[in-house]
T-cell receptor, first 114, second 120 residues
Framework: KAGVTQTPRYLIKTRGQQVTLSCSPISGHRSVSWYQQTPGQGLQFLFEYFSETQRNKGNFPGRFSGRQFSNSRSEMNVSTLELGDSALYLCASSSAGTGVSPLHFGNGTRLTVT | AQSVTQLDSQVPVFEEAPVELRCNYS??????LFWYVQYPNQGLQLLLKYLSGSTLVKGINGFEAEFNKSQTSFHLRKPSVHISDTAEYFCAVSDLKTNAGGTSYGKLTFGQGTILTVHP
């Protein structure tokens, strides 16, 4: 099976712009989660989607949003980018949900905001 | 609320020596624990998980971990490390919610990571 695919791998944006990141989960996986990884804050949960519905959300401002399509692919959007949004954004899929079925991570999208 | 503390930010060790990476957690609900490894410029890869049953859990690449409920710990061990084990290791705890349909789901709370450096 192909793993979790995230595109693009690298992005450079300017403050105030918006960005969309894409994630294709492992075939058959219905749950997609997003995490932000920074040197200062470590790995932080953004949100989880299951069958096109957001069912869990972390403590991030409303500028961070996401969605999931009927084929389980997911996108994450960040509007009005700030310098502090520079991070590695990791997508992870699982068969049923984070709690019991393990997460399979993609290699991430590294976002740099200048 | 859950939290995870990885007691060592960096662990240097020589090749073929044993290693222990320490992890303590706090949680008010049933605990599901995980160890993940991250190699440079890559995502996280699952090493092992504890969901229930035997407190000694064996994972990939010769790693194992022991769940100790009384000490709220989940330390990762390997009896003999290799250069290729050099990476960052993350301990994580999962909460669980159950929706009206009886489906369980949750999110992972990660520790700050431990950088394991294996020297020749």
């Amino acid at each position: 099976k192909a793993g979790v695919t995230q595109t693009p791998r690298y992005l450079i944006k300017t403050r105030g712009q918006q960005v969309t990141l894409s994630c294709s989960p492992i075939s058959g996986h219905r749950s997609v989660s997003w995490y932000q990884q920074t040197p200062g804050q470590g790995l932080q949960f953004l949100f989880e989607y299951f069958s096109e519905t957001q069912r869990n959300k972390g403590n991030f401002p409303g500028r961070f949003s996401g969605r999931q399509f009927s084929n389980s692919r997911s996108e994450m959007n960040v509007s009005t980018l700030e310098l502090g949004d520079s991070a590695l954004y990791l997508c992870a899929s699982s068969s049923a949900g984070t709690g019991v079925s393990p997460l399979h991570f993609g290699n991430g999208t590294r976002l740099t905001v200048t | 609320a859950q939290s995870v503390t990885q007691l060592d930010s960096q662990v240097p060790v020589f090749e073929e020596a044993p290693v222990e990476l320490r992890c303590n957690y706090s949680s008010s609900v049933s605990v599901y624990l995980f160890w993940y490894v991250q190699y440079p410029n890559q995502g996280l890869q699952l090493l092992l998980k504890y969901l229930s049953g035997s407190t000694l859990v064996k994972g990939i690449n010769g790693f194992e971990a022991e769940f100790n409920k009384s000490q709220t710990s989940f330390h990762l061990r390997k009896p003999s490390v290799h250069i290729s084990d050099t990476a960052e290791y993350f301990c994580a705890v999962s909460d669980l919610k159950t929706n009206a349909g009886g489906t369980s789901y949750g999110k992972l709370t990660f520790g700050q990571g431990t950088i394991l450096t294996v020297h020749p």
